[in-house]
T-cell receptor, first 113, second 114 residues
Framework: AQTVTQSQPEMSVQEAETVTLSCTYD???????LFWYKQPPSRQMILVIR??????QNATENRFSVNFQKAAKSFSLKISDSQLGDTAMYFC??????????FGAGTILRVKS | NAGVTQTPKFRILKIGQSMTLQCTQD?????MYWYRQDPGMGLKLIYY???????DKGEVPNGYNVSRSTTEDFPLRLELAAPSQTSVYFC?????????????FGNGTRLTVT
């Protein structure tokens, strides 16, 4: 079974600084997708960024970028120029060709002013 | 365009009661999903559907039932509520399977069973 591990239950960062959230996963598949979702206190699930495993180039969305290491099965999220609105729970998720999206346990990120 | 709409937002049930969590989407998505999120945890898949009339079990289906009579609606039924079903429930939809199209989530239903 596929598993997703987020080893950092909580992290803090000062406003305007950079923070990296870690994620590792386990799969025997070669083609799959990886995602980072943000869940603010409003409880809404918001897609932050997506990476396709067959693409070697790391995905980037404005201040958010990933470091995808396929051989190491690692998929970390870097948030640059952190803002107070980035305070949220962040979930790493994995989806192979099938229909099941598997989530990690999440990392609580607190941005401090 | 409302996206994915879940009702109710909150509900308190007594042990043994039944209820249906409603989910509807107006994006003409074929795929729909039900997840539960326990405190401090990630989301776990309960059931999913790849189209009207087709449903399948996810990781944690016990104690739940679903139906998909239309493309728009995907209700989740709890027949005999138990304290272990206290959780936040999310409905989601996507246009296609795999990772080609992202999931769109509803705002969740917080259910407490006492």
């Amino acid at each position: 079974a596929q598993t997703v591990t987020q080893s950092q239950p909580e992290m803090s960062v000062q406003e305007a600084e950079t923070v990296t959230l870690s994620c590792t996963y386990d799969t025997s598949e070669n083609n799959y997708y990886l995602f980072w979702y943000k869940q603010p206190p409003s409880r809404q699930m918001i897609l932050v960024i997506r990476q396709e495993a067959y693409k070697q180039q790391n995905a980037t969305e404005n201040r958010f970028s990933v470091n995808f290491q396929k051989a190491a099965k690692s998929f970390s999220l870097k948030i640059s120029d952190s803002q107070l609105g980035d305070t949220a729970m962040y979930f790493c998720a994995f989806r192979e060709y099938g229909n099941k999206l598997v989530f990690g346990a999440g990392t609580i990120l607190r941005v401090k002013s | 365009n409302a996206g994915v709409t879940q009702t109710p937002k909150f509900r308190i049930l007594k042990i043994g009661q039944s209820m249906t969590l409603q989910c509807t989407q107006d994006m003409n998505h074929n795929y729909m999903y039900w997840y539960r999120q326990d405190p401090g945890m990630g989301l776990k898949l309960i059931y999913y559907s790849v189209g009207a009339g087709i449903t399948d079990k996810g990781e944690v289906p016990n104690g739940y039932n679903v139906s998909r009579s239309t493309t728009e609606d995907f209700p989740l039924r709890l027949e005999l509520a138990a304290p272990s079903q206290t959780s936040v429930y999310f409905c989601a939809s996507s246009y296609a399977g795999g990772g080609r199209s992202p999931l769109h989530f509803g705002n969740g239903t917080r259910l407490t069973v006492t």
